[in-house]
């Protein structure tokens, strides 16, 4: 999942970063409003955290701009200002969430984790699919009610899966949103991740959960349940 | 802030001008009328004087003295012929003896004699009134010196004052008439110009009425030279009051801000020491309490200072779209729980103060009822009078009966409050204790809690 973190005091910045980043999620950030508008205009992002008291665009303006721009991934907001003025100020402005300062990362941790498997049309924490269930809470996969082993990086690929079922995912997309902008990307790299998920998800070869569609990507094709 | 004085009608500023003009009026005209009949008094006793003095001339003119007495022949005057007509003529020697009395005198009685001073030169006249029986006679003596006798003799002539009565009761009637009338006209023509006067001074009254029911923002008519000093005052004190407050929210929003984000570090930084062996894990939650400890204060005091009164001049706050937008605001946060949220609330309903103020207090309860409500929320505003009421009903657990009276405490719980409990009702307590309000848990009918505040 690749975020987008926007806040101007650069120690808080770095270690909110690092922290999102410890819980596998990919992390771009910005320190202004302009900059963090050039990046949610020219990638894709499955969330941002925006802060409010922001310089150059202030954070309100800058939710509302991207809003305009027909940008439709979560955004949590941060604000130190814990007034309701605020809050719903930002919440009108199109933001979906919000977290005052000083925070707990699990609380931010969790309120993403809701934020991204809402916007994937999901009302519990946990992603249920056939005999399938992802817990995004505790980061668990259950296969027929027994916990199955999986590592960050196959989680962050089930996960990316699972929140966009029955749509068609390119390598490039998996890319983008599961891997470092600097970070070696190489597609054989995917391919032996998303054999190894298979075999894990599916060892007797009855449900195969994971199309590949020639040319064009993946897509995770079980019919969701719960959803 | 003052309470406000109820309007005390002895300090009315038309009641003090209107008695100060009738007192005025009542002595102007009293002293008038006083004067007036004095100097009317005067010349009717001038002229009585004068024509006595004419009378006694007269009659000095024509008498001639005879064996010890006077001869007076026919006089011009026909008073002195018939009996008791009102006008007499007497002549006296020296030793005061009557020599003569004019035919008209023949039945009078009275100490005329009397009139003769010894004392008085010869060519001097003195008057005077004498009363006898109903009537009041005016008089007039003259001593004259008779050469050719060598002798001096008084000439008195009497006339009765009934005409000069009957001109100066007549000339009193007409006065009082005049006078009524004067007084009458003159009150009329106060009133109107006090009114016309004090108009300005009604329609600032009017348009700071207006100001403080919201229906404008500053005064706006023109005003005459002596009050435009005050009106630009007022205008100028109203503008500069909203620019201050709205100053004094942004600097204690900026504090925050400046205060928050340094505490957001050290709290990030601590959850990145976990596990790290300089701390124990006993450390770390004692840091990580006394963090949210002096978050929390930081938070409630900065709200406390923020926190608005009913200003008199504060513009009133549509209740109804406030508490969509923030209803809406919480649906979206709390989607996963699809809340029923009814929203009993006329479309007219106002409240006077801050509306920050409203949107903490309403904010605050409205989050608690989505936070352990399951399913319905109910908002519920009413106004009587500039008093507005909300009452917020959840179907959650509710607030133990013995827990209530302990969490309306007024600032007992910022400072006590122990770590994960929230600041939301402390905040809601002490705003609404600022507008003179109420705050009030009882059991909602689905057994949640419904919480109430009264503002004013």
């Given amino acids: ?227 | 802030m003052f309470p406000p004085r109820a309007a005390d009608a002895r300090y009315s500023m038309r009641r003090r001008l209107l008695l100060a003009f009738g007192m005025l009026l009542v002595v102007f005209l009293g002293v008038a009328g006083y004067v007036l009949d004095r100097a009317f008094k005067q010349s009717v006793a001038a002229a009585v004087a004068e024509r006595l003095q004419l009378q006694v001339y007269a009659l000095v003119g024509v008498a001639e003295p005879e064996r010890g007495g006077f001869f007076v022949p026919d006089l011009e005057e026909a008073r002195f012929s018939q009996i008791d007509s009102g006008l007499y003529g007497f002549i006296y020697d020296a030793a005061g003896r009557e020599l003569w009395r004019s035919a008209s005198a023949l039945n009078l009685v009275a100490d005329t004699a009397g009139l003769a001073d010894m004392q008085q030169l010869p060519g001097q006249t003195t008057y005077g009134e004498l009363a006898i029986e109903q009537d009041v006679l005016a008089w007039a003596a003259y001593r004259t010196y008779w050469q050719s006798l060598d002798e001096t003799f008084f000439f008195v002539v009497l006339e009765t004052n009934a005409p000069s009565v009957a001109e100066i009761v007549a000339f009193r009637t007409n006065l009082y008439v005049w006078f009524g009338a004067l007084t009458v006209l003159l009150s009329i023509a106060q009133y109107l110009l006090l009114r016309w006067g004090l108009q300005p001074l009604q329609q600032l009254a009017r348009e700071v009425s207006a100001i403080e029911t919201g229906a404008q923002n500053e005064l706006q008519r023109h005003y005459p030279e002596e009050l435009e000093g005050v009106t630009q005052n007022l205008n100028l004190l109203i503008k500069s009051e909203r620019e201050r407050q709205n100053r004094f929210r942004t600097t204690l929003g900026d504090l925050a801000h400046s205060l928050k984000t340094p505490l957001a570090v050290l709290s990030t930084a601590l959850q990145e020491a976990q596990g790290a062996a300089a701390l124990s894990e006993d450390q770390r939650q004692d840091m990580h309490e006394q963090l949210q400890r002096m978050d929390q204060i930081v938070s409630y005091q900065l709200k406390r200072a923020v926190k608005g009164s009913q200003l008199p001049m504060a513009r009133p706050v549509s209740v109804l779209p406030l508490i969509e937008k923030l209803a809406a605001a919480l649906q979206k946060v709390y989607r996963d729980k699809q809340m029923q949220v009814e929203l009993r609330c006329a479309a007219g309903v106002q409240f006077f103060g801050e509306e920050s103020d409203l949107l903490e207090v309403a904010g605050n309860l409205l989050d608690n009822a989505f936070k352990y409500g399951h399913r319905r929320v109910r908002v519920t505003a009413t106004q009587q009078g500039k008093a507005l009421l909300l009452t917020i009903d959840d179907d959650g657990p509710g607030v133990a009966a013995n827990d209530r009276h302990f969490v309306l405490q007024r600032g007992a719980r910022a400072d006590t409050a122990k770590s994960g409990q929230g600041i939301g009702l402390a905040v809601v307590v002490e705003i609404v204790s600022a507008y003179g309000g109420a705050t009030d848990i009882q059991t909602s009918e689905w057994g949640g809690a419904a919480v109430s505040v009264r503002f004013g």
Avoid: C
């Fill in chain 1, 1 to 227: 999942m690749r975020l987008l973190v926007v806040e101007d005091e650069d120690l808080l910045r770095a270690r909110l970063v690092k922290a999102l980043e410890d819980q596998s999620f990919v992390v771009d950030s910005a320190s202004n409003g302009k900059t963090a508008l050039f990046h949610a205009t020219e990638y894709g992002y499955d969330a941002a955290i925006i802060d409010l008291g922001l310089p150059e665009l202030d954070g309100i303006s800058l939710i509302k701009t991207i809003r305009a721009r027909g940008l439709l991934f979560p955004i949590l907001i941060l604000t130190a200002r814990d007034n309701w003025t605020d809050k719903v100020a930002g919440l009108d402005a199109g933001a979906d969430d919000y977290v005052v300062k000083p925070f707990q990362t699990e609380e931010i941790r969790a309120r993403l984790n809701a934020l991204l498997r809402r916007a994937a049309g999901f009302a519990k924490p946990t992603l249920e699919f056939a005999h399938l269930s992802l817990d995004t809470t505790a980061k668990k996969l259950r296969v027929a009610d027994k916990d199955v082993e999986l590592t960050a990086f196959e989680y962050k690929v089930l996960e990316y899966l699972m929140l966009h079922p029955g749509k068609v995912v390119s390598k490039t997309e998996l890319t983008e949103h599961l891997y470092e902008q600097d970070h070696d990307r190489d597609s054989n790299v995917l391919e032996v991740f998303i054999r190894r998920l298979r075999q894990k998800l599916d060892p007797d070869e009855t449900l195969k959960p994971i199309d590949t569609i020639r040319g064009q990507g993946y897509r995770f094709n079980v019919p969701a349940k719960g959803r």
